[in-house]
């Protein structure tokens, strides 16, 4: 029993990690409709900004944090003005694979000064937020990707449905020529969504540091596993980013606990597959209707 | 003898035998027997082993190109999964040849056909999805794959890998380059000439047809499920078949090198090359994999340096930056690839000197 508590809890954090991950991704789709195959890259981008603030210069934990946020919130406006913004209006497998190329560069730059090795944070978490009840015992860690998946998403949510630049970037996002004629400035809203992605990957960039370490093929592998959770939410859909995100998370704990580890990498893939063909728009995605 | 036919200075097709004739001038059919003959007698002779040796690489993912750019150059399908599917007929080839001794003729062309069924089966998805859904179904197609070549260990040996008897055709043993050169090319040219002669077909027309705007050619009486298995077939077949012919020449195989890299690497070829061009896969696939080859070149000279050897060892992941950077350097500013390069040279030759 106690194992399956501990794992419950487990899954649950590791899919409050998927889901924060998951959503840079949906609001980068919500606003521009492009699918970012540099999520993983973006991710490992903030984990390494952070480890340079934290580790290398010894800033304060607080401080190298805001400067990790303020640094991927540039990173992610950077991308989108050098790379994105030439390619607007593009067709769909260009813009494709432009992120597999800047994806591509990204990896070679961070092997390039970082090398495949692993690093590890300095150990900031207090103690206090270790959970131990019984024989269940949960690392502050977990604790901490729970908080703050939780708090972010509730952002992100409100962010989306009250604030005026976020309706702004729905309106983008459902149709690019309307929004530009009632005076929503597009190119703003696309560096935008941009630039929040970039933070919030840096977020589940720095969780996941501290969970499994930090290594460029590690997070970059993660940041695939991003498109499982997406598809079975629903690409555009925030609460669907955070109920595929659990239970993704849940599974393949339970997958990795009771049946095998070499299954739990691919059974999202698996899943991802049968969703596909059942119900392709996820959860809670919106249905496209063409029209001729 | 009839009359050589120059360019003519305007677009006077009156029917669709002219549109659809694969070369407009004597010219280009001239060339290409120049070229079909300097690549099967003079290079073979000329060049080194080592050039062989990639020279027969580029052959091989060629074939594997053109089959993508089938798919997604002219079917509009997107595929993330033929590193995979390259994968597939790689083992393929190795499980006929070792455990049911297969000839090598009869062995490659079954894992072709091996991996055309597996490529329907990740197409069929393609049934409802589309675009971005598409690839993410055949992403998943390319991890589901490589984790059956590394767990399905009854029949693919796992990470131990597979070794392949040596090729043998018509009674003769072929090891080495310079025989694996003339193997790979006859075939990469006999696929090449089936290729362009299919996009001109029924079924490439249909394919176009797709691609260009699904609604509009079911419209038209185009069952457009069926034709798009199809083309997931054949542009599979083309990978599996790219893939066993590259077991052989390699000797055995593990999988390791079959991962989305791979299917990422293909995708930039086409992409590098130009999409719906059967040329420009191969410039493509030309392209990329001299890059490689340079960006080695270099990482080596600074190895030899003994002074730079640090750096050479640092110097390892700039290649798949360089990489990276030429697939995005294409996507902005040269979209339609070196296809598109090479038309504007040819154009800017026959202007001369009159270029408007």
Same mark, same amino acid.
């Given at each position: ?9 487990? &899954? ?10 998951? @959503? ?34 010894? @800033? ?32 769909? #497998? ?34 206090? @937020? ?26 992100? &949510? ?51 540091? #501290? ?19 997406? #598809? ?42 049968? #969703? ?17 | ?19 659809? /004739? ?6 280009? =059919? ?10 099967? *007698? ?24 053109? +089959? ?59 049934? =409802? ?18 984790? *059956? ?23 003769? =043993? ?40 699904? =609604? ?27 893939? +066993?012919?590259?077991?052989?020449? %390699? ?32 410039? +493509? ?13 270099? /990482? ?31 996507? %902005? ?24």
């Amino acid at each position: 029993m106690s194992f399956f508590l501990q794992l419950f809890i487990q &899954g649950l954090s590791i899919g409050f990690l998927y889901a924060l991950a998951a @959503l840079g991704f949906v609001i980068i789709f919500k606003s521009s409709s492009v699918l970012n195959l540099a999520h993983g890259e973006i991710m490992a981008m903030g984990a390494f900004i952070f480890l340079i603030f934290s580790l290398w210069l010894k @800033l304060p934990i607080p401080v190298a944090f805001v400067l990790t946020l303020v640094g991927s919130f540039a990173l992610g406006f950077f991308i989108e003005r050098f790379f994105l913004r030439p390619m607007i209006g593009e067709s769909l #497998i260009y813009v494709i694979m432009l992120t597999v190329g800047m994806a591509a560069m990204f990896k070679g730059l961070m092997l390039f000064v970082f090398g495949g090795n692993l690093f590890n944070y300095p150990d900031f978490l207090p103690k206090s @937020l270790s959970i131990q009840w019984r024989a269940v015992h949960i690392p502050p860690v977990y604790t901490v990707s729970l908080l703050i998946g939780l708090v972010f998403l509730a952002i992100f &949510g409100l962010f989306f449905k009250y604030s005026s630049q976020g309706i702004y970037m729905r309106s983008v996002a459902d149709n690019q020529v309307a929004a530009l004629s009632l005076g929503v400035h597009v190119r703003r809203v696309f560096a935008l969504s941009w630039a929040i992605a970039g933070l919030v990957c840096a977020m589940s960039g720095i969780i996941l540091g #501290i969970m499994n370490g930090i290594s460029v093929h590690e997070i970059s592998h993660m940041g695939l596993k991003v498109f499982p959770v997406v #598809i079975l939410g629903g690409l555009e859909s925030i609460p669907g980013a955070i109920i595929g995100g659990i239970i993704m998370g849940l599974l393949e704990t339970f997958t990795g606990g009771y049946v095998s580890t070499a299954l739990r990498e691919v059974l999202p893939y698996i899943v991802l597959v049968f #969703i596909l063909l059942i119900k392709p728009h996820g959860l809670f995605g919106l249905v496209e209707i063409e029209r001729v | 003898m009839r009359k050589l036919k120059f360019h003519p200075c305007g677009n006077f097709k009156e029917d669709y035998e002219k549109d659809l /004739t694969l070369f407009e001038t004597d010219f280009g =059919r001239t060339w290409m027997w120049i070229g079909i003959a300097a690549l099967f *007698l003079i290079i073979p002779v000329t060049f080194k082993a080592y050039w062989l040796y990639v020279l027969n690489h580029i052959g091989i993912a060629a074939i594997a190109a053109i +089959g993508l750019n089938l798919l997604i150059g002219f079917t509009g399908q997107i595929s993330l999964g033929h590193g995979a599917f390259f994968g597939v007929g790689a083992y393929g080839a190795a499980i006929l040849a070792t455990s049911l001794n297969l000839p090598f003729w009869l062995s490659v062309p079954c894992a072709g056909l091996i991996t055309a069924l597996v490529g329907m089966v990740f197409g069929i998805p393609s049934a =409802r999805l589309k675009h971005l859904y598409l690839l993410i179904a055949t992403l998943a197609g390319q991890f589901i794959i490589q984790y *059956l070549f590394v767990q399905w260990e009854s029949l693919t040996r796992g990470a131990e890998g597979i070794t392949l008897p040596p090729a043998t055709l018509f009674g003769l =043993r072929i090891k080495g380059d310079r025989p694996f050169f003339f193997l790979i090319f006859s075939c990469f040219v006999t696929l090449t000439w089936v290729a362009v002669n299919l996009v001109r077909t029924r079924y490439g027309r249909a394919f176009i047809a797709i691609r260009d705007n699904e =609604r509009a050619a079911a419209g038209m009486g185009i069952p457009l499920f069926r034709y798009k298995l199809l083309s997931f077939a054949i542009s599979s077949f083309y990978a599996g078949f790219a893939g +066993g012919l590259s077991a052989y020449y %390699i000797g055995s195989i593990t999988p390791e090198p079959f991962s989305l890299l791979l299917s990422i690497e293909f995708i930039a070829m086409i992409i590098i090359g130009g999409l719906g061009s059967i040329p420009g896969s191969v410039f +493509g696939t030309l392209f990329i994999m001299l890059l490689n080859e340079g960006l080695g070149a270099i /990482t080596e000279f600074f190895m030899n340096l003994s002074a730079f050897s640090g750096v050479a060892l640092t110097l390892a992941p700039l290649r798949e930056f360089v990489f990276g950077l030429a697939i995005v350097l294409f996507i %902005i500013f040269e979209p339609r690839g070196l296809a598109e390069v090479w038309r504007i040279v040819r154009s800017s030759f026959r202007l001369w000197p009159f270029s408007y």
